[in-house]
């Protein structure tokens, strides 16, 4: 009987110890204005907006990786002062490592610009240490008169199972 209880404490504290944690992150990004933006408008008014842009990342490493630079290509629709805000984020890593989101959310419009978002994202690719990660979470954006943009983000990840050695 006791050889049965150790067995199987041993076959728990090995499944315990080989899952893969889900480690909290959080971080900031600044973005400038958009290298590129194309509108499409109707009777004066933005309806349909996509653009690309580079933003500085603050905070927040993965696997001990300090981010830092971000590319983003959006696209918006926007309907009265409610806006779908969708697209892809790439973040590149301190030692060229890169990690993929996916995000979508809603951003309210006043006097016609955008003035804060609501975002969720998902972590879908990566490179390097990054490959196999997944992960979630929210951020939320403020943006000022110029257009130019601020985010805090917070989060889970998990990075992939190391590959097992050959022998």
């Known amino acids: 009987m006791k ?8 076959i728990l504290s090995f499944a315990v ?35 690309l842009l580079r933003c500085t990342t603050t905070g927040g490493g993965i696997a001990a990786t300090a981010g830092k ?3 983003v290509a959006y ?3 926007v ?26 959310g809603a951003a309210t419009m006043v006097n016609g610009q955008v003035k804060t978002a609501q975002l969720t994202y998902h972590i879908n690719a990566g490179t390097g240490r990054m490959a196999g ?13 110029d257009g130019a943009s601020t985010a805090a ?6 990075l992939a199972a190391p590959a097992p050695m050959k022998k």
């Open 79 to 104: 309907s009265g002062t409610q806006v779908h805000v969708y697209g892809v984020f790439v973040q590149v890593f301190a030692n060229g490592d890169v990690a993929g989101y996916a995000y979508e």
């Open 17 to 51: 110890a080989s899952a893969h944690a889900q480690t909290p992150n959080a971080w900031t990004f600044s973005c400038g204005l958009p290298d590129e933006e194309n509108n499409v408008v109707d009777n004066g008014r933005v309806l349909f907006t996509v653009g």
């Open 3 to 10: 050889y049965k209880i150790l067995c199987a404490f041993a």
């Open 153 to 158: 983000c917070s989060g889970l990840y998990t």
């Open 75 to 77: 696209h918006r629709e």
């Open 133 to 145: 990660i997944t992960g979630s979470g929210t951020c939320t954006m403020v943006y000022t008169p």
């Open 69 to 71: 630079d971000s590319i």
